[in-house]
Nanobody, 127 residues
Framework: QVQLVESGGGSVQAGGSLRLSCVVS????????MGWFRQAPGKEREWVAT??????????ATVADSVKGRFTISQDNAKNLYLQMNSLRPEDTAMYYC??????????????????WGQGTQVTVSS
């Protein structure tokens, strides 16, 4: 059983930065793919970034093209997950969700491939 709790969301101006945190508990896999998804009002949930890691490892990371060069996903030795978001844009406004047990299929990562979800944290970017 895995539990995820996000924090760090808020309101910032375009060009600003935020760092999202996800406290992870109940880790039961030696190697588990984790990541971040986001969902804006009226839109489908979309993949943002993923990280595959051991309990104590930096793992390997990948991010969506829409945030490449601006967002960085990472994990500490306590298993907690982070999303550093720089150069934020109004189009980044969304509810951001921490995810665990993210499966890779059909050439990408999709919400239907996620086994566990956090409650989400709101990110609002104004122009």
């Amino acid at each position: 059983q895995v539990q995820l709790v996000e924090s760090g969301g808020g309101s910032v101006q375009a060009g600003g930065s935020l760092r999202l945190s996800c406290v992870v508990s109940g880790f039961i896999y030696r190697r588990l793919c984790m990541g971040w998804f986001r969902q804006a009002p009226g839109k489908e949930r979309e993949w943002v970034a993923t990280l595959v890691s051991e309990i104590v490892s930096s793992g390997s990371a990948t991010v969506a093209d829409s945030v490449k060069g601006r967002f960085t996903i990472s994990q500490d030795n306590a298993k907690n997950l982070y999303l550093q978001m720089n150069s934020l844009r109004p189009e980044d406004t969304a509810m951001y969700y921490c995810a665990a047990g993210v499966a890779y299929s059909s050439g990408g990562y999709y919400p239907e491939g996620v086994k566990y979800w956090g409650q989400g944290t709101q990110v609002t970017v104004s122009s």
